[in-house]
């Protein structure tokens, strides 16, 4: 049992490149959810999807798009990266809504350059 | 709208010493309260969770009341040991929202 793993774990961009981050969990979760982590603003939501073939925004959603590929996979794209995306991104999975009492399961993370 | 404010670090201890990291929140309904705590390199993981007003959570010696009439969450522990450094999120969800908020992170050091 893998839990969410994410690829890469690191990348170093330039401004206007594009890159797709990947995310899979193999523990039958409905909802998945991508975060960026900044120094001293915790984590915020980028994009989330309630179940295979939904997604809604997040607090961040500027400058990403998002695919639920099917259940196990949540993919994010930066389709022209910029230096403000600089940042650490964590994918996340849950049983049910995060809205809820249930607590979300992490990836180790994909830490991301752009120059 | 819902938001968690806590403790900002870092925060040292020596080993054996009693912690204390606050956590207040503000939310406009009814919600579940967490703590998760992230190691070196790794994501966050589940430490506890509490889900209504006077509940306590509890794991690893950790502990957290969630406190609805001061609106807090604050994480105690007796006796620090040294493989406790790590960073801790204050976190909270709420039904009316599909997301969990979290606080800006305590990065805890302990020393032997």
């Known amino acids: 049992n893998a839990g969410v793993t994410q690829t890469p774990k690191f990348q170093v961009l330039k401004t206007g490149q594009s890159m797709t981050l990947q995310c899979a969990q193999d523990?039958?979760?409905?909802?998945m959810y991508w975060y960026r982590q900044d120094p001293g603003m915790g984590l915020r939501l980028i994009y989330y999807?309630?179940?295979?073939?939904?997604?809604d925004k997040g607090e961040v959603p500027n400058g990403y798009n998002v695919s639920r590929l099917n259940k196990r996979e949540f993919s994010l794209r930066l389709e022209s990266a910029a230096p403000s995306q600089t940042s650490v991104y964590f994918c996340?999975?849950?049983?049910?809504?995060?809205?809820?009492?249930?607590?979300?399961?992490f990836g180790p993370g994909t830490r991301l350059t752009v120059t | 709208g819902n938001s968690v404010t806590q403790m900002e670090g870092p925060v040292t201890l020596s080993e054996e010493a009693f912690l204390t990291i606050n956590c207040t929140y503000t939310?406009?309904?009814?919600?579940?309260l967490f703590w998760y705590v992230q190691y070196p390199g790794e994501g966050l993981q589940l430490l506890l969770k509490?889900?209504?007003?006077?509940d306590k959570g509890s794991n690893k010696g950790f502990e957290a009341t969630y406190r609805k009439e001061t609106t807090s969450f604050h994480l105690e522990k007796g006796s620090v040991q040294v493989s406790d450094s790590a960073v801790y999120f204050c976190?909270?969800?709420?039904?009316?929202?599909?997301?969990?908020?979290f606080g800006a992170g305590t990065r805890l050091t302990v020393k032997p």
């Open positions: 996340a999975s849950t049983f049910g809504l995060a809205g809820g009492a249930y607590e979300q399961y």
């Open positions: 976190a909270l969800s709420d039904p009316a929202m599909n997301d969990m908020r």
């Open positions: 939310a406009t309904g009814y919600p579940s």
């Open positions: 523990m039958n979760h409905n909802s």
């Open positions: 509490a889900t209504k007003a006077d």
């Open positions: 999807s309630a179940s295979e073939g939904t997604t």
